[in-house]
T-cell receptor
Framework: NAGVMQNPRHLVRRRGQEARLRCSPM?????VYWYRQLPEEGLKFMVY????????ESGMPKERFSAEFPKEGPSILRIQQVVRGDSAAYFC???????????FGEGSRLTVL | GNSVTQMEGPVTLSEEAFLTINCTYT??????LFWYVQYPGEGLQLLLK?????DKGSNKGFEATYRKETTSFHLEKGSVQVSDSAVYFC????????????FGTGTRLTIIP
């Protein structure tokens, strides 16, 4: 059973470009979470999604950031018009419903030049 | 709101030394408590957890006891190894909430031979 798969592992963008980060949850997991880790800081919750639904987006910046988890395919975290402050590691986690445990991917490291 | 306060690092110990990483929390009700470990270049892995007061979580020689009276969940290991070098995160999940975790800032541990 493959773990949570994230890609790309590393992404470099110039200011103003768009970044798309993808996450495929573990097989059988219907819940996806996105976290952001700034350098030398802990993980900050961004958004929690189930298939075709955003359940909790209380940690998402109001502008430029969006997330989706379509019926088919991976979850996507999209950052428009990136700025240097968006440089961070973005981690995706998945869980089966009601399990109480999150399984994390290896993260996508975004660098904005 | 929920918060987790962790002992600041970095922490450097010699092999076979005793380890304590302090963690205290603020939450309403009785949250579940977790320790996650992040090895270099990897995602987070669940190390251990406790779901109610006085529970002791343990794994790979690490232990942590859920202390409601002191709102703490300190991580301990009697004899550390070089392979324990990693960043350790304390986290909580509120009772009745979704699986969203609130993380501490992480403690970087380096074990020298």
């Amino acid at each position: 059973n493959a773990g949570v798969m994230q890609n790309p592992r590393h992404l470099v963008r110039r200011r103003g470009q768009e970044a798309r980060l993808r996450c495929s949850p573990m097989k059988g997991h219907s819940h996806v979470y996105w976290y952001r880790q700034l350098p030398e800081e802990g993980l900050k919750f961004m958004v929690y999604l189930q298939k075709e639904n955003i359940i909790d987006e209380s940690g998402m910046p109001k502008e430029r950031f969006s997330a989706e988890f379509p019926k088919e395919g991976p979850s996507i975290l999209r950052i428009q018009q990136v700025v240097r402050g968006d440089s961070a590691a973005y981690f995706c986690a998945s869980s089966p419903p009601g399990s109480g445990e999150l399984f994390f991917g290896e993260g996508s490291r975004l660098t904005v030049l | 709101g929920n918060s987790v306060t962790q002992m600041e690092g970095p922490v450097t110990l010699s092999e076979e030394a005793f380890l304590t990483i302090n963690c205290t929390y603020t939450a309403t009700g009785y949250p579940s408590l977790f320790w996650y470990v992040q090895y270099p270049g990897e995602g987070l892995q669940l190390l251990l957890k406790a779901t109610k007061a006085d529970d002791k979580g343990s794994n790979k020689g690490f232990e942590a006891t859920y202390r409601k009276e002191t709102t703490s969940f300190h991580l301990e290991k009697g004899s550390v190894q070089v392979s324990d070098s990693a960043v350790y995160f304390c986290a909580l999940r509120s009772l009745g909430g979704n699986e969203k975790l609130t993380f501490g800032t992480g403690t970087r541990l380096t074990i020298i031979p």
